[in-house]
């Protein structure tokens, strides 16, 4: 089992930037697929990015594709989510979520995603 805890939300003008961070307690912590999705206030939650087990493979959402890098240090047990030129619509609750499959590209999209954070806030203002 794995605990994740994300961090480096807040309120930020559009076109703005933030970088998440979603930390790990487990020290296998590289035996686990990453995934980032987001929940706004009355809408599903939806999928954001996600990262392999080596960061060598990442597959994003279309609506976040060019704007957000996701990204990860397996030493630190940390994956992090660079999101630029940020939009009133990025405003939601963003979590991190861990999956033990290997997966690359699409398949990385395609997971359970058994394990999930508390979450963090993201606004962004117009």
């Known amino acids: 089992q794995v605990q994740l805890v994300e961090s480096g939300g807040g309120l930020v003008q559009a076109g703005g930037s933030l970088r998440l961070s979603c930390a790990a307690s487990?020290?296998?912590?590289?035996?686990?697929?990453i995934g980032w999705f987001r929940q706004a206030p009355g809408k599903e939650r939806e999928f954001v990015a996600a990262?392999?087990?080596?960061?060598?493979?990442?597959y994003y959402a279309d609506s976040v594709k060019g704007r957000f890098t996701i990204s990860r240090d397996n030493a630190k047990n940390t994956v992090y989510l660079q999101m630029n030129s940020l939009k009133p619509e990025d405003t939601a609750v963003y979590y991190c979520?861990?999956?033990?499959?290997?997966?690359?590209?699409?398949?990385?999209?395609?997971?359970?995603?058994?394990?999930w954070g508390q979450g963090t806030q993201v606004t962004v203002s117009s």
């Open positions: 979520a861990a999956d033990p499959t290997y997966c690359s590209g699409y398949g990385c999209y395609n997971l359970k995603y058994d394990y």
């Open positions: 487990r020290r296998t912590f590289s035996d686990y697929a």
């Open positions: 990262i392999g087990r080596s960061g060598g493979s990442t």
